[in-house]
Nanobody, 123 residues
């Protein structure tokens, strides 16, 4: 059974940094993609960043140069977020696509999801 547990959300002032972590388990060590998605209040869930089992990464334009995704040993997925601004306020979800057939940052590709963690960026 695939399980995902996020941690690290909270509140931060604009310009600050925050790191999200996701402990993932239950999937094979090949042909997978791990992703971070977010859902702003009243909007649809959107892709933030992903990384595949080969280590290739993909970022949404809105976060390029500010966010970094990494797949740590022990099946820990992290998202380092720098230069945060109020538009980054959202519930952030980690997700697994297993098997993974595309690196596209699409909600429909991912079949396992965490429960989400709130990130609030204030001015």
């Amino acid at each position: 059974e695939v399980q995902l547990v996020e941690s690290g959300g909270g509140s931060v002032q604009a310009g600050g940094s925050m790191r999200l972590s996701c402990r993932a388990s239950g999937y094979a060590y090949a042909n997978y993609c791990l992703g971070w998605f977010r859902q702003k209040n009243g909007e649809e869930r959107e892709g933030v960043a992903n990384i595949d089992s080969e280590g290739n990464t993909n970022y949404a334009d809105a976060v390029k140069g500010r966010f970094t995704i990494s797949d740590r040993p022990g099946q820990i997925l992290e998202l380092q977020m720098n230069s945060l601004n109020p538009d980054d306020t959202a519930v952030y979800y980690c997700a697994v696509a297993w098997p993974c057939w595309t690196s596209a940052l699409m909600v429909s590709v991912y079949n396992y999801w965490g429960h989400g963690t709130q990130v609030t960026v204030s001015t």
